[in-house]
């Protein structure tokens, strides 16, 4: 299956390689710096290059290229998705997953992938199984480590690989016990020139961070299950029981961990909270263009608009923009032509505005496209869906857990036309 | 230059010149030679530190060292020859060091196999270890090392861990597998045994890595599946996600050549004069246990599942599969990717699947360029009349991106959707006419090239486009659309007979400067233009040709040649020259526009060799349906109830197996998982979708009807099914005729009269119990239990039994009808204010080889009351937890009976003789000694025999010395032998020692003793 697996950064140099059967070149990477050359962009980089004698897929995370090299028909599938654990343990065992944390932790990130693939074959993705084999770093044991002269193995022999509850670490012990779990939506929508809707979904996950003693059965039951049109579970939700029940039991890893991730049904019309109005104008003769944006709440079922942040990419031709913001900070870059502003909360009584007029280059004619705009924002306290948690109960465990539930709702790729 | 010559020899030494440290300044007067050597002894310095490192008595000092070699090793640098320094440490104690030094072996071993062999006698000796995960580490290593000579010492050591009785010892085995194929490939012979007898392994943790290797070493062999196919649908669910795609994967090509297509074309079925299709059975029950799976959150494994349906599924259900591939395309982008690309070829054979979804498909100006280019691929596939206006609506904003590649793409799909569909044909080439007067040249040739396809299917309409076309010429630079429209002038020149010798004329004067392709179309637009109106174009075709005559390229100098003999009559030109209007002004066909995607779906999808749409290196073609159905009588699995003991025999005649020192068990334990499991086991997960659930994850429900809508939903299933083929019908009856014998044998037992005594028993005089069965093989006498303090254990808490407490122990009797069972007596109390109605086990989960024997249902139990019953559990020799469902009319409460070690053995009488005769025979690795001391109280002959007999269920064998304490006992279910010797020495001072084949019963029952001396 996966022979070796090659970690490249922004600047083309291969700062880790490692093996899982024989030796493979590193120079078999060329032809991944070749791609990589042709592709103006590094999301254009193709996930799949096939070479002579072998096949290179990649992923491109963090500004990282994680480049698997496999020899044999294997699922291009099986091999990204394996990637893509690959970056989220890192993640998860360091915090962020950059190229300097993967340098500062070179020996505990080989010791990780040395235990997650067995001959290319994966063996132990599981974060709390990999955990329990390798300690993640922490600065208080690296400290101890270097006096003590101790070590981030774990000493115990790894029996989560051996249970019938794999992704639970055995032994949890915490003096506070809390589960906690965040209803996070986020709406996917195209708004076309006048405003109206071209698409809008909503996709939502709840992520839970878990810290509970024992081998705790918990029980989350909705509202109003029938929102949710298709969801995909963690390992650990019985399926039946929510087939039966539309209720949510599981036994759940210790940490965090997205619990499941949900579409809600297309039959249910989506609110779309905030409205932007434009008028983006390059005239022919001039070389200059005028801007103007407004920002403005809409169905928001009574909740503040935050963290609302507007890009765009403007053409080419447009050398600068002088503008100014009614409210929050922006800037335009000339080199990458990208306009960022980003607004801060919406107050619906004065309506956050950014104004002003763009330098054209001179002699060319103007654009034929109006740029798009890529909304961002956050609205605390509301799942837009609708969706509610009815209870959480726990089973098997006598003690009291606090229990805490938090909704958000986020724009996906929110995207006006213009 | 000195660097040449540390170059080489750096290169000599290893392979890597990055070793080489930054070159320091030498005094030029220094020779080259002078300044080599002193280089190369200052990399060996650096190695040198690290040696000593290495040699210190310090862990902490080796860590240090091994943690820099492995980063070198992680920066793709050389350490190839620290090689001897690190194989010492093979064998240390540090468990990081060690760590670290399997992963340098493994990475040099091949290098080094000389040095190599010196750490393998580790590993045969990790090999033996008691303990399961160390067992399977030292094979993984071992595994790994890819040095040809230690191929039989791997081979052996892979069989023998495939009868391991950890699951996990044979899931590595599993792995290893293919490791030794690849180093070997003569073994394959044997590999496919070993492969055969994990196939037949009843767990999931190594039904996913054991298809992997079969896969890996012998995909051909599909008869090794049929045995094991109903077994690995039934397991699917429960198999972790990787093992899933894998098994998935196979599947589906199994199913290819075992069934028959579900699509039969029925016209097709009645000429042939068949019999009506129906579904096999096996079919179905391959669709209905990988459904549930689309819901994983492995995209991997969603994938597999939709190949799967879309490969093997009657057409009818197909469509469920799209909403999850829809799903996918909100992961990654490289997910996104590779499911678009399947989405594009499934588009084109089944079109409805996808239509509620086009919104999904709809492209946004952040999507990589790659992403946007499949959207508009499977856009285009599922235009239709119906959508086909809101489509270029889409297309028209796309038409005005920033993204040239993209739009270039969208001016593609508009022209394949013109083709495609005739009712927007006009609308579309008027779009594109539009585009003509685009600002950026790239989209106005894309415009040109794909207008020049669509006039070829209706021309005549379309002269006033020509024309503006002819225009063009001016300024278009693009060479491909350049030549598009000189073809397109030249073909249909009598349309524009005015503009076509004007445009020749231009061309003419510009030929020298234009590139290859214009060039040969401006000759044939010379050529055509001489046949239909010689009078006006005659001298600039002569002029041309004679241009073309003199040029560089000889294609081009090849063509004018050939066209001046085809056209220009003289009088040598033979007979072509009356016919070569009619060569160059023939009707041609017009250019069918289609995706690249079509026809893809002849590999699987899913698959590397579909994504490259090129056969990859061992691909496993997807076979055809077969025209005749194969027997399906081959995936019967017969109900096996033959006696233990058989089994046994078998193992004595393989003395392979049996001979290997200390672990016989392990065989046992996977044989006889087989043999107790049977039919019954995969018929238990046959309604249970999503298995775990339905198995015994069943907690606290507030009905029961978590379980019984299984059933209704199984019977369901068989009634769609009815008709399917009598056999299968046949075999179900059998099977069901299997249960209610079972259900018999339990009816009978539940007169027992152990079943109604209240309370719990205190230990019961060792009398009556005549009827205890011996255990068979040995001349030993059983002896009627012993007895020190009685423990009871919680099942079920008063508050999470809401009410019900269920407490238990171990009675220490012999459990009735079956010896090899541990008799586990288990006492209910009703703490609630209502009855309880119809108590029961339901629902068992056992590993591979346990069995449970339930104890009869109690009707009701009145409001504070309590009842005591018995049930056995053979538990395999193994302190694996037995889980099962305790319900009640309306809970089911999920627990488990973990048997302490002493409890899973019974006493045996025999004499002091006896007994040291047994004794020499378990020596070695069988024979473990351990010291302690002995706390004050326990310094009794009474209190040492009472501490002993309470932690483990053995009987006193008499001893002639003084000081010393011999007890003696054997497994419950397989009779090996258990013995215990303690020797007290001076004061608190005493050794313990345990012999039995059994290793890790022997160390844990010495944990376990010791623990009760010291309390």
Redesign the interface.
Known sequence: ?IHSLFLINASGD??????W???VS?SVCDYFFEAQERAS?A??V???I?TPHH?LL????HKIFFVAV?????????V?????RVVDTFQDYFGICSEVMIKDN??V???VL?EML??G???A?ESNILKELIKPPTILRTVVNTIT?S???G?Q???G??S?V?WRRTGVKYTNNEAYFDVIEEI?A?I?KSGST??A?I?GVIDACVKLTGMP?L?LSFMNPRLL???????CV????W???RIL?FIPPDGNF?LL?Y?VSAQNLVAIPVYVKHNINFRDSSSLGRFEITVGPKQTMGKTIEGVMVTS?M??GVLNMSLTPSQGTHIFDPVTKLLTWDVGKINPQKLPSLKGSMNLQAGT?K????P?I?LQFKIQQLAISGLKVNRLDM??E?YKPFKGIKYMTKAG?F?V?T | NPKPSIRFQEEERGRSPATIPAVPRTTPSRSNALTATSLSTLTWCRHDDLKEMLDSN???LK?EAM?RI??M????KNASDLFPAVVKNVACK???VK??VY?YLV?YA?EQQDLALLSISTFQRGLKDP????RASAL?VL??I?VPIIVPIMMLAIKEAASDM???VRK?AA??I??LY?LDSDQKDQLIEVIEKLLADKTT?VAG?VV?AFEEVCPERIDLIHKNYRKLCNLL?DV???GQ?VII?MLTRYARTQFLSPNQNAEAASLAKRKPYVMDPDHRLLLRNTK?LL??????V???VAQLYFHLAPKAEVGVIA??LV?LL?S????Q???LQNVATMSIKRRGMFEPYL??F?I???D???IKILKLEVLTNLANETNISTILR?FQ?YI???DKDFVAATIQAIGRCATNIGKVRDTCLNGLVQLLS???ELVVAESVVVIKKLLQMQPAQHSEIIKHMAKLTDNIQVPMARASILWLIGEYCEHVPKIAPDVLRKMAKSFTNEEDIVKLQVINLAAKLYLTNSKQSKLLTQYVLNLAKYDQNYDIRDRARFIRQLIVPTEKSGALNKYAKKLFLAQKPAPILESSFKDRDHFQL????H??N?K?????ELPDWPDEAPDPSVRNVEVRGTPRREKRKEKVEKPFYSDSEGESGPTESADSGESHHGGASSRGHHG???G???MW?????SSS??TS??SSEEEDEEEEEEGSGEQSEEKEGEEEEEKRKKRKEKGGLRKCPLCSSRGLPRPLSPMGWAWWPMLSCGPWQLLSPAFGAVRTYELL?R??GEGLSVEYCFSRRPFPGDPHMVAVQIQISNNTDAEVKSLRVSEP?LLAGMRIQEFPEIESLAPGDTASVVMGIDFCDSTQAA?FQLCTHTRHF?VSIQPPVGELMAPVFMSENEFRKEQGKLTGMSEITEKLTLPEKCRSDHAIVQQVTSAANVGRVPCGADNEYRFAAKTVTSGSLVLITLEWREGAAAQLTVNSEKMVIGTMLVKDIIQALAQ
């Open positions: 299956m291969i700062f880790l390689e490692k093996h059967k024989s030796v590193r962009e999301e254009n193709p996930p799949v096939s096949y990649s992923v491109y995370r496999i020899q044999t028909e294997v699922p291009p599938l099986f990204i998705e394996f990637l893509h070179v020996v990130v080989y010791e040395e067995d001959n074959f994966p063996l993705t002269g070590t981030n193995v000493d022999l790894p029996t690989q051996l019938v794999p996917d195209i076309d071209i698409t979904e996709q059965d029980t049109d298709d969801v995909s579970f963690h390992p019985r399926f039946k029981r087939e039966s029940e039991s997205r991730s579409h990419q053409p080419k004619s654009p034929d496209e109006n798009t890529n089973y098997g006598k790729k995207q036309r | 310090k862990d902490s860590l943690k492995v980063a090793i992680a920066r793709g540090n468990i990081e760590k670290l992963v990475r091949e303990n399961q995960l160390i993984r595994s790994s890819r950890s699951p996990y590595t792995h290893a293919p490791k690849s943790l890595s992997m669910i972790e996600e990787w795609v994967n549930p819901q994983s959150r492995n995209a991997a969603v994938m597999a909403k999850a799903r909100r990654h982008s490289e997910v990717y590779v499911v919104k999904s709809y946004r100006s952040t990589p360029t790659q889409e904003t005005r991106s920033m685009n600002r950026d899913g698959s590397l060799s994504l490259l090129a990859a290196v061992g691909y496993q249970g979708v999503w775990r659930a339905g994850w069943e907690i606290g429900s009807s978590g809508s299984s808490h508050m999470a989960k889980n999920y």
